[in-house]
């Protein structure tokens, strides 16, 4: 990796040596991380990634974050730095004390998947959903990144793992979402999963749209007569699903609901950004979920905007990104 990063304060060249080697994140994989995504040099929802890192820190003992204003500050400078406006953002605590921030340039997916629908795999490995590294985003994250490396590698977007009983749970770096007659039913936070900053504003943009909405505890089964199924990062944004495994769900192709969320989700994005690039007037940007269109998802579905039909996701199998 070139360009610069963020250690502790400093500005450094990425392949400076920054971490000690008996730092338990090295030793152990000791330590946590979160991913967002930057929108013209603007930090997505950075406050809402610090807040759960810091929830995190605290369950597992390990030093907080900075603040936020620091590390806002961080990531533009570093956006600027390593001319990646558009960018993969990546922060990072370690067990011994050192805090972290890099951004890379986005990896697309492929723009096919978000017009015709991505296909995902069922992992083959059942998640244990009273782990104490259970809804946390560790460093120690090498059984993620081999099942996904998997998936990708033939040709699936993410691979959702299942609980002991068979409920689906989530993906590598997703949270997974399914539409049934008109309501948006996603697995339950006290079934062990992540809860997805992503997963977080899709919920809160259903509810601008007066969608139904149920969390709960969904069966294998049920992904066969979904309407419409989806999945959900903070680099992807909103991705439809059209196969799982290989089989078709919601007839094969994105469905309205979807689409509708998609460029809702969009909306949002750019009425926040927008705003976060301006002088602020307070000390934090009042939230822009109103952004969202007030439109019924009974009405008729149209192809979201340019900027929503291709979203930057992660084609490397070590980015966790919800």
């Avoid at 003992?61 to 533009?76: N, S």
């Avoid at 890099?102 to 244990?128: N, Q």
């Avoid at 809804?135 to 120690?140: A, Q, R, S």
């Avoid at 301006?278 to 439109?295: H, I, K, N």
């Amino acid at each position: 990796m070139s360009g610069y990063v963020w250690v502790d304060g400093r500005i450094l060249r990425a392949h400076q040596p920054a971490i000690p080697t008996i730092d338990p994140a090295v030793l152990y994989g000791f330590g946590l991380f979160e991913v967002t995504r930057a929108y013209r040099g603007v930090p997505f929802r950075l406050h809402d990634h610090l807040d759960r890192m810091r929830r995190s820190a605290e369950a597992l003992r390990v030093p907080a974050p900075p603040d936020d204003a620091t590390l806002d500050k961080a990531v533009r400078t570093l956006c600027r730095r390593n001319h990646t406006p558009e960018a993969y953002v990546r922060l990072m605590v370690t067990a011994g004390g050192r805090h972290v921030a890099l951004t890379r340039p986005l990896d697309p997916l492929p723009e096919r998947w978000y017009r015709k629908g991505a296909a995902i795999a069922l992992s083959p490995f059942r998640r244990d959903p009273a782990g104490p590294l259970t809804g946390h985003k560790t460093l120690n994250y090498l059984e993620n990144v081999l099942t996904r490396r998997d998936a990708l590698a033939r040709g699936f977007a993410d691979a959702v793992a299942l609980g002991p009983l068979g409920v689906l749970l989530e993906g590598c770096v997703s949270n997974i979402f399914l539409v049934k007659k008109g309501e948006l039913h996603t697995p339950s936070l006290g079934l062990g999963i992540l809860p997805g900053v992503t997963r977080k504003l899709v919920l809160r943009i259903a509810g601008h749209l007066a969608l139904p909405v149920r969390e709960r505890a969904i069966q294998k089964r049920e992904l066969a007569d979904a309407d419409e199924v989806f999945i959900t990062n903070s680099l992807i944004e909103v991705l439809p699903v059209a196969r799982v495994a290989r089989r078709e769900v919601g007839g094969g192709r994105p469905g309205p609901i979807t689409r509708l969320l998609a460029m809702a989700y969009r909306s949002v994005v750019l009425t926040e950004c927008a705003a976060a690039s301006r002088p602020p007037r307070s000390p934090r940007p009042a939230a822009c979920d109103s952004a969202a269109p007030s439109r019924s998802p009974s009405g008729p579905a149209r192809t979201p905007p340019r900027g929503t039909t291709a979203p930057a996701g992660s084609g490397s199998s070590s980015r966790r990104t919800r």
